[in-house]
């Protein structure tokens, strides 16, 4: 049994390394992995604040100089992949013992699972990490993706500018994608990644969006039980 969590960078690197948040993290799946032998993960590392910092550096610097770059996204989302290997390579050393194999940095590409955790970080432009988790779902015949970020569920609209946006419990793809387009650019903040919706459509994938620090929650979910979040699909 193969568990699929995009681990989102605002959770692992807000501002800088949550480090009471991942001692935590890493005490509940060492616990699901004492209690069932079979259990597998797959853990999809977003950039976080690294992310972020680069981008902005980047594009701050170019304005300034009046840089005439012509591929601005393409290199901006370089510098977001980077930043998901350094986090993906924490997340690894952590696990180090359940990790023998190298960073995926290919979802299509991926001859070796010999350890009980796969870590996996940014492919190449064009979409976020969340895509890199709905192609390894597919290529483990996972049927789910976990998606954990600093948010409980996924809203109508954004509850910091909107007072009427209202919770979601459910939602079908094409509902979604409606909501989040189908344009990718370099750290848009959405729910899930529009390239990756497309995608997880397409694969017929459930995404299941909840808080990642509510680790109690993510128990339940892993376990099949009932859940704080949203349900994609």
Same mark, same amino acid.
């Given at each position: 049994?193969?568990?699929?969590?995009?681990? %989102? %960078?605002?959770?692992v690197?807000p501002?800088?390394? &949550?480090? $009471?948040?991942?001692?935590?993290?890493? !005490?509940l799946?060492? *616990?699901?992995? @004492?209690e069932d032998?079979s259990?597998?993960?797959?853990?999809?590392?977003? +950039? %976080?604040?690294?992310?972020?910092l680069y981008?902005k550096?980047?594009? *701050?610097?170019t304005?300034?100089?009046?840089l005439?770059?012509?591929?601005m996204?393409?290199?901006?989302?370089?510098?977001?992949i980077?930043?998901?290997?350094?986090?993906?390579?924490l #997340?690894k050393?952590?696990f180090?013992?359940?990790?023998?194999n190298? =960073? /995926?940095?290919? $979802?299509t590409? /991926?001859?070796?699972?010999?350890g009980?955790?796969? /870590?996996?970080?940014?492919w190449?432009?064009g979409f !976020?990490?969340?895509?890199? @988790?709905?192609?390894l779902?597919?290529l483990?015949?996972?049927?789910?993706?976990?998606?954990?970020s600093?948010?409980?569920? /996924?809203?109508?609209?954004?509850p910091?500018t909107?007072?009427?946006?209202?919770?979601? &419990?459910?939602?079908?793809?094409?509902?979604?994608?409606?909501?989040?387009?189908d344009?990718?650019?370099p +750290?848009?903040?959405?729910?899930?990644?529009p =390239?990756?919706?497309?995608n997880?459509?397409?694969?017929? #994938?459930?995404?299941?969006?909840?808080?990642?620090?509510?680790?109690?929650?993510?128990?339940?979910?892993i376990?099949?039980e009932?859940?704080?979040?949203?349900? =994609?699909?």
């Amino acid at each position: 049994m193969i568990t699929v969590i995009s681990l %989102g %960078g605002s959770i692992v690197a807000p501002d800088t390394i &949550d480090v $009471p948040y991942l001692s935590q993290f890493v !005490s509940l799946i060492e *616990e699901l992995l @004492a209690e069932d032998q079979s259990r597998k993960f797959i853990f999809v590392v977003g +950039g %976080g604040a690294p992310a972020r910092l680069y981008q902005k550096a980047f594009r *701050e610097v170019t304005c300034a100089a009046k840089l005439p770059i012509s591929n601005m996204d393409d290199n901006a989302d370089w510098l977001g992949i980077m930043a998901t290997r350094l986090n993906a390579y924490l #997340i690894k050393s952590l696990f180090s013992r359940h990790c023998p194999n190298d =960073i /995926v940095v290919d $979802p299509t590409k /991926v001859d070796v699972f010999t350890g009980r955790i796969l /870590v996996a970080a940014g492919w190449k432009p064009g979409f !976020s990490s969340d895509n890199d @988790a709905v192609l390894l779902a597919k290529l483990f015949s996972a049927k789910t993706v976990i998606n954990l970020s600093n948010i409980e569920k /996924v809203y109508t609209a954004d509850p910091k500018t909107d007072i009427n946006a209202k919770p979601i &419990d459910a939602i079908s793809w094409k509902d979604f994608r409606v909501m989040v387009g189908d344009v990718w650019t370099p +750290g848009k903040n959405v729910p899930f990644d529009p =390239i990756a919706s497309a995608n997880a459509e397409l694969y017929d #994938i459930k995404v299941i969006c909840a808080a990642g620090h509510d680790l109690q929650n993510l128990k339940k979910i892993i376990n099949g039980e009932a859940f704080t979040g949203t349900s =994609i699909g």
